[in-house]
């Protein structure tokens, strides 16, 4: 489990071709926007977008720290019912 | 006070989930139901609503308990789809009971503006074959804002 | 856009007149019902509507027509019981469709607001084996303020 | 039909003793409030009654002017729904 699993929701699905994937653990906000290609890194850098770790929100996703066997949703903005 | 939280992978019967909810809180004044389907228009062949497992039930169950400490309610329930819906099919449905209906009412247009805009659900649509994603309106903000 | 206005004079059954009344309007995006019954609550053994017949179904006609004009809807549903009812029993129904959810909530609060506070009918209750007339609430004058 | 029929709503039945009396026609406001027994035509006179000529609304209930075969709604406050 050196692992952490990103989730792509909505259409960050559609931009990194993949619902999950599993990257190197740990992994904190510099490592993340790198090892996004760079359309997605954009996106993920935007305002628009949040993070959840292991399911809960982070209030400042840029402190992002995700340890190994942990999971981060990248969160595009919603539109439920 | 009860509290029901659904999510249905497949097609849900409304008035099947809502006969035994309001049949379950005797003695209340009235009772709001809203239900929303995937409308007819522009050539949408279809909807998909994707979720995020781990944190969409939760977050629903947060909005009902919101609900209940804002509202005078006797029951709450709360119905979503995911996955794949054709034109016509029941996408979300919110029933609430109370004593009396501006508990009722209100409970639903609560639950409805934070489900559109607040919880972990996203859209899309097919139309001519193509799918496309459907980005939150300035106006489902707006009427989140309401309850702030 | 259908409209349909009735008054009641024995039971109704809401869900058999919802299920038409949703059928017969394909491809909305949302449907919000209201649904007001006999609380039971405060020893209230029964309550007794009384109703002006001559002005009753035209007030609530006018009152659908103007619901009409406010709202983006495609559908409006009002239905209203008179005479004596036991706690429990349905006394008003308010059913609207339209495309856009907020279209929807809207007209049944506007409906609802209007037949508590400006319709013609008169209620009382039997508690304890007598009749007490009901007053408007101040609350009912203020909900109908907001929509003028 | 050289009547004006009187209908009382509510709970001016209960102090009218009566829904529905027939008076003399033709009928004014002075000729409603001299015809009725003083509970009744104190509450009648009270800004919380209105009244209605033949189903429409009265915007000045003290203008009646209520003619043989006419039908005259004495409204208290209203609570349906």
């Known amino acids: 489990m050196n692992v952490v699993t990103l989730v792509f929701l909505g259409k960050l699905a ?26 997605l890194a954009i996106e ?4 628009r977008v949040k993070l959840a770790l292991d399911g809960e929100l982070l209030a400042d996703k840029t402190a992002l720290v995700a340890p190994a066997g942990s999971e981060v949703a990248l969160l595009p903005p919603v539109s439920g019912g | 006070m009860s509290v029901t939280v659904q999510l249905f992978e497949t097609a849900f019967p409304p008035a099947a989930l809502v006969g035994p ?17 995937v409308r007819g228009e522009n050539d949408v062949e279809a909807l998909e609503l994707t979720h995020y497992e781990r944190m969409t039930l939760p977050g629903m169950e947060r ?76 106006e489902d903000h707006a009427a989140l804002a309401r309850w702030e």
């Open chain 1, 14 to 39: 559609d931009l990194a071709g993949e619902s999950v994937r599993e990257v190197p653990a740990p992994l904190d906000w510099n490592g993340l926007l790198t090892l996004c290609e760079e359309p």
């Open chain 1, 44 to 47: 993920i850098a935007s305002e």
């Open chain 2, 21 to 37: 909810f309001t049949r379950a809180h005797p003695g209340f004044g009235g009772v709001c139901t809203f239900v929303g389907e």
């Open chain 2, 63 to 138: 909005l009902a308990a919101l609900a209940e400490q804002r509202f005078d309610l006797m029951g709450l329930l709360i119905v979503h789809r995911t996955g794949v819906m054709l034109p016509g099919e029941p996408v979300v449905l919110v029933s609430a009971c109370a004593r009396h209906r501006r508990g009722a009412i209100d409970a639903v247009d609560f639950c409805m503006d934070h489900l559109k805009a607040k919880s972990w659900f996203w859209k899309r649509e097919k139309r001519a074959g193509e799918w496309h994603w459907i980005e939150p309106r300035a």
